[in-house]
């Protein structure tokens, strides 16, 4: 959520940063609304302190004996007028929520606008495979080496659902332990959060209201009162310390979480994304930093090498791309896009998602710090990044790592996870 004391000096400034992410809009009914519920807050602290003081004189005129009947009739009046004045501001109170709750973040302000194609890469790492023989798709090869059952999976759960089984349960079991081993050495918390959350994660996420059909909610007619299958383990991880203030000397607070991710991932499923590109369950290790936001950049920074690194020791060849405004998430204010290569489909697809949301998510879930040199509270910063998501490496690793007789070459660093093993034949 966007600082409203931002907009109310500056909306030209706001204004123009939003456009970026091809919001178009304008402040006037928010200021109008705030300006109005500033002026009826200030006539209801006035009235209250008024009906207080009266009262307060009610016990001394009773003893002198005073008639005090006028002045109950005057108190009921008052109460009257502010009781009706507090529903007016719980009526503009929810305009201006609701109307800050549906903004996008601010991206950073060296983010160009646009979509897509203006996204940079920024770093290209190894070399892009090349091939002897007539290389397969990561689809056949999965088949032919009994990693994954597509078509009983489709049976069990429908379109976009796979099984792994055998060396394909290994393989991804190895991928998702290596992870958390280096998230562990590197100093990060392990966290295993619940499956369903609340509508107050959704929402301090940065993901509901806007982006709340987008995933799949357990059966409950008031969806602020029901529950959701998350999304992605940032969901929880940045709800975690939630109307929370955190003492400043805690921050940086590391943590990671393995879980399986379940989307809707609306569309149609095309040839160029069969197999494991695109599905509505898959497992991702997630990374979170909650930070002091004096070292936000760092931070960010931090989270783009780890993920880079994960991807750079398994072998493979991938780049690293600076999203454009348009391009970045809702609720993140920048995210780089680690993007690993598919040689089948001739692109490049994002394994690792790094983003700084700064105070968006915080202001809407209420996490808070105690800022050492004034005392007071402020907002901290959230970071985010897949460490990493398993559904487009393992494509990436069948079809980069084939051999000509079929077989699959595995990535050292995953060998110890699979007993030594070097080769999936």
Not at 43 to 52: I, Y
Not at 110 to 133: T, Y
Request: proline letters at 4%; charged letters at 25%; one cysteine or more.
């Amino acid at each position: 959520m966007l600082n409203i004391n931002l907009i109310r000096t500056n909306p030209e400034f706001v204004q123009a940063a939003l456009s970026k992410k091809g919001w178009q809009g304008n402040f006037d009914t928010l200021l109008e609304n705030d300006a109005k519920r500033r002026a009826l807050q200030s006539q209801v602290d006035n009235l209250k302190a008024k009906r207080n003081l009266v009262s307060a004189s009610i016990p001394k005129l009773k003893k002198e004996g005073k008639n005090v009947e006028p002045i109950f009739i005057e108190m009921r009046e008052l109460g009257e007028e502010i009781a009706k004045l507090d529903t007016e501001l719980n009526i503009l109170d929810t305009q201006i929520k609701d109307f800050l709750a549906a903004l996008p973040n601010m991206p950073d302000e060296d983010l160009v606008s646009g979509e897509k194609e203006n996204n940079e890469v920024i770093k290209m790492i190894g070399k892009k495979p090349e091939f002897n023989f007539k290389a397969k798709n990561h689809y056949d090869i999965c088949v032919d080496l009994g990693l994954i059952d597509y078509e009983r999976g489709v049976k069990l759960g429908g379109a976009g659902f796979w099984i792994y089984k055998g060396l394909g349960a290994r393989l991804e079991w190895a991928l998702l332990n290596y992870f958390i081993d280096t998230h562990l050495n590197d100093g990060y918390e392990f966290v295993l959060p619940p499956h369903m959350l609340n509508y107050a994660a959704g929402f301090g996420a940065g993901q509901f209201p806007k982006f709340q059909d987008d995933v799949y909610w357990l059966e409950n007619e008031d969806r602020t009162k029901g529950s959701f299958m998350l999304p992605t383990a940032e969901t929880a991880l940045v709800n975690m310390y939630a109307n929370e203030i955190i003492e400043e000397n805690k921050l940086p607070i590391k943590l990671f979480a393995y879980t399986p991710c379940y989307r809707k991932e609306a569309g149609s499923y095309g040839s160029e994304e069969r197999g494991m590109i695109r599905g509505h369950q898959f497992n991702k290790v997630e990374m979170v930093q909650i930070a002091n936001p004096s070292n936000s950049k760092e931070a960010f920074e931090e989270l783009v090498n780890k993920a880079s690194t994960l991807v750079e020791r398994l072998g493979l060849h991938f780049r690293v791309s600076k999203l454009a405004a348009g391009d970045c998430s809702a609720s993140m204010a920048r995210t780089y896009d680690v993007e690993v290569w598919i040689p089948s489909m001739g692109i490049y697809k994002e394994v690792s998602s790094v983003s700084n949301a700064n105070d968006y998510q915080a202001r809407r879930n209420m996490t808070r710090y105690r800022n050492s040199e004034t005392g007071k509270p402020d907002f901290v910063h959230t970071l985010n990044g897949s460490g990493l998501a398993t559904s487009r490496l393992i494509p990436a690793i069948v079809e980069q790592f084939q051999n000509e007789d079929g077989s699959v070459t595995i990535p050292e660093v995953l060998r110890k996870y699979l007993g030594g093993l070097d080769k999936i034949k």
